[in-house]
Each structure stands twice: as structure tokens, then as C-alpha cells.
């Protein structure tokens, strides 16, 4: 069973709207979470990394909110633009080392103009 | 420019016919990884290497080998390859001794094998 679960798989929105994408995980020890962007035929670029202790994370028109205690985290994405179209993974460092990543299957956004 | 590399980006092969895929990155990174792509699955990690000569298994790693004899370059190697390996391949490398320990991923590679 995947140890991070994303929703929903999918969404379209349209451009210049805001969106929120989901991620539940179940690793344990944790160390950090990290949401990564992947556009189409590339590897995924990091966007924000969050560690225990920290709960909110900015990179531009992109918020992550981590809460530890119930193991969610959110990708907020504000004024969406046609660049933003890409997957989004969550990515979870912990369980039998810190480099142990678990990676969630991703959502795939696409922004209509 | 920092990065990692990976050759070729796109393979078509046959069943059984011996292939490598070479990962080179120029950042001075102690940890470096192999990852295997598929739909609705994610990224599954199927060899890592913390060190020179250190590799160990990841969560796919049947059919697979890698070798670590440099520090910069960490290639997979499919002795014989079959149809289920089918898929995109990404090598990605990270620094140690961070709790950050950010992966940064190359490009790719779309390996099919017929």
C-alpha cells in the first residue's frame, strides 16, 4: 500500500483561478515533505520543502501547509497561469532512513485559458 | 550549470538485449538514486548509492543493476531486458548530511522494450 496518497488524481481549472491539491501520508518517523513540479517529458523541480516543525511554506503563487499531527499536506496554487500545467508530486522523506523518499502518485493540473 | 545528465533520453530495444543507461551529475553529490516511472504509480526507487561502491537496493530492483565506481556517475544497467521494464527512467542525485537532502532529478529516459 502506498505509504502517501494524493487527490484528486486530476483537475482542469481555468486560468487565473486558484486551486488546492491534497496529500495524505502514513510514513513514520517523518522528516520532511517536499511538493514537486513536473511538466510533461522532464523530471520533477522542487517547489517547497517543509520539515516537522513548519507548517507553511510560500514559493511565489504556491503555499504548502503541512499539518504533522494529521498527516496532510496541501499545494495551494493562487491566479493559476498556462505554466502551471504540469503533475504535482508529494514527496515524503522518513520511515527507515531520511533518504527514504515515498512518493505520491501525483495530480495532474491542467490550466485552460 | 548544475545538473544531472542522463543517456540517451529516448531507447527502443528487444527483448534480452543488453542495455546501459548512464547518469552523470556535476555537483559533488554523495547520494544519487534510480527511479522508475509508470502511470497511476508515481516514481519507485530502484537502486540507490550513498556513497563510491556503496549501492543498495530500493523498492523495485529485480532486473537491475547499477555500479558506483565514481563519485559523478551512477549507470543502470538491464542485462536482459523484457517488456515490463518498459517505462521513463530518471536518475536523480542529492547532497548528504541535510535534512533538506533535496533530490535534484535529469531529464529522463523513455526505455521501450519490445
Known amino acids: 500500500k502506498n505509504q502517501v496518497e494524493q487527490s484528486p488524481q486530476s483537475l482542469i481549472i481555468l486560468e487565473g483561478k486558484n486551486c488546492t491539491l491534497q496529500c495524505n501520508y502514513t510514513v513514520s518517523p517523518f522528516s520532511n515533505l517536499r511538493w514537486y513540479k513536473q511538466d510533461t517529458g522532464r523530471g520533477p523541480v522542487s517547489l517547497t520543502i517543509?520539515?516537522?516543525?513548519?507548517n507553511t511554506k510560500s514559493n511565489g503563487r504556491y503555499t504548502a501547509t503541512l499539518d504533522a499531527d494529521t498527516k496532510q499536506s496541501s499545494l495551494h496554487i493562487t491566479a493559476s497561469q498556462l505554466s502551471d500545467s504540469a503533475s504535482y508530486i508529494c514527496v515524503v522523506s522518513g520511515g527507515s532512513n531520511d533518504y527514504k523518499l515515498s512518493f505520491g502518485a501525483g495530480t495532474t493540473v491542467t490550466v485552460r485559458a | 550549470e548544475a545538473q544531472v545528465t542522463q543517456n540517451p533520453r529516448y531507447l527502443i530495444t528487444v527483448t534480452g538485449k543488453k542495455l546501459t543507461v548512464t547518469c552523470s551529475q556535476n555537483?559533488?553529490?554523495?547520494?544519487m538514486s534510480w527511479y522508475r516511472q509508470d502511470p497511476g504509480l508515481g516514481l519507485r526507487q530502484i537502486y540507490y548509492s550513498m556513497n563510491v561502491e556503496v549501492t543498495d537496493k530500493g523498492d523495485v530492483p529485480e532486473g537491475y543493476k547499477v555500479s558506483r565506481k565514481e563519485k559523478r556517475n551512477f549507470p543502470l544497467i538491464l542485462e536482459s531486458p523484457s517488456p515490463n521494464q518498459t517505462s521513463l527512467y530518471f536518475c536523480?542525485?542529492?547532497?548528504?548530511?541535510?535534512?533538506?537532502?533535496?533530490?535534484?532529478f535529469g531529464p529522463g529516459t523513455r526505455l521501450t522494450v519490445l
Open positions: 536523480a542525485s542529492s547532497l548528504m548530511g541535510t535534512i533538506y537532502n533535496e533530490q535534484f
Open positions: 555537483m559533488n553529490h554523495e547520494y
Open positions: 517543509m520539515t516537522f516543525s513548519e
